[in-house]
């Protein structure tokens, strides 16, 4: 079955970097679209990035461009978010996607940015 386990998430100082990773199993990594959401307390899950599945197309939220970058490593079949720069207001539960005949979801990691 998909399997989805998402790994790196931690406490962070305003400015400081991660780097979250995606171990993928259960599909054909290569042929699918990944993506990055991430949700809040309160607030509704929202799109980070993704990446296609030949990894030549990324696309980012207008909140995150120019610091976090998504990559996968189709070797390892394994996404990864490197994210820099980070803000109190990044903090969120940071799910990893993927949709094959539906939407699968990894179980979260938290990343907490704060002083």
């Known amino acids: 079955q998909v399997q989805l386990v998402e790994s790196g998430g931690g406490l962070v100082q305003p400015g400081g970097s991660l780097r979250l990773s995606c171990a993928a199993s259960g599909f054909t990594f290569s042929r699918y679209t990944m993506g990055w959401y991430r949700q809040a307390p309160g607030k509704e899950r929202e799109l980070v990035a993704s990446i296609t599945s030949a990894g030549g197309s990324r696309n980012y939220a207008d909140f995150v461009k120019g610091r976090f970058t998504i990559s996968r490593d189709s070797a390892k079949n394994t996404v990864y978010l490197q994210m820099n720069s980070l803000k109190p207001e990044d903090t969120a539960v940071y799910y990893c996607?993927?949709?094959?005949?539906?939407?699968?979801w990894g179980q979260g990691t938290q990343v907490t940015v704060s002083s």
């Open positions: 996607n993927v949709r094959t005949v539906r939407y699968y």
